[in-house]
């Protein structure tokens, strides 16, 4: 069963940036649209940022200007750069990739933001 591993969340502070990977742990087949979601405690899982196969990127509206996402077709990965973070970021991030049939959700990884 393939899996999708993300890494690169953390504790930062306000202001500052981290960056967020994603990719399979094996073969997965052709992959559609990409994206990054976050549900923080106690809300629903919200869209941070999708990226179709084509490049075609939309943001949720609280990050517009701010993340940038973007995907690396050959390895299957797909990167979330988060720059001016803010407390209000900090959530479980996770990734999705979409296929024909299926979508692939990774584990999540936390992404905690400091006042």
């Known amino acids: 069963q393939v899996q999708l591993v993300e890494s690169g969340g953390g504790l930062v502070q306000a202001g500052g940036s981290l960056r967020l990977s994603c990719a399979p742990s094996g073969s997965i087949g052709s992959i559609t649209t990409m994206g990054w979601y976050r549900q923080a405690p106690g809300k629903q899982r919200e869209v941070v940022a999708t990226?179709?196969?084509?490049?075609?990127?939309n943001y949720g509206d609280s990050v517009k200007g701010r993340f940038t996402i973007s995907r690396d077709n050959a390895k299957n990965t797909v990167y979330l750069q988060m720059d001016s973070l803010k407390p209000e970021d900090t959530a479980v991030y996770y990734c999705?990739?979409?296929?024909?049939?299926?979508?692939?959700w990774g584990q999540g990884t936390q992404v905690t933001v400091s006042s």
């Open positions: 999705r990739y979409g296929l024909v049939l299926r979508y692939y």
């Open positions: 990226i179709t196969s084509g490049g075609t990127t």
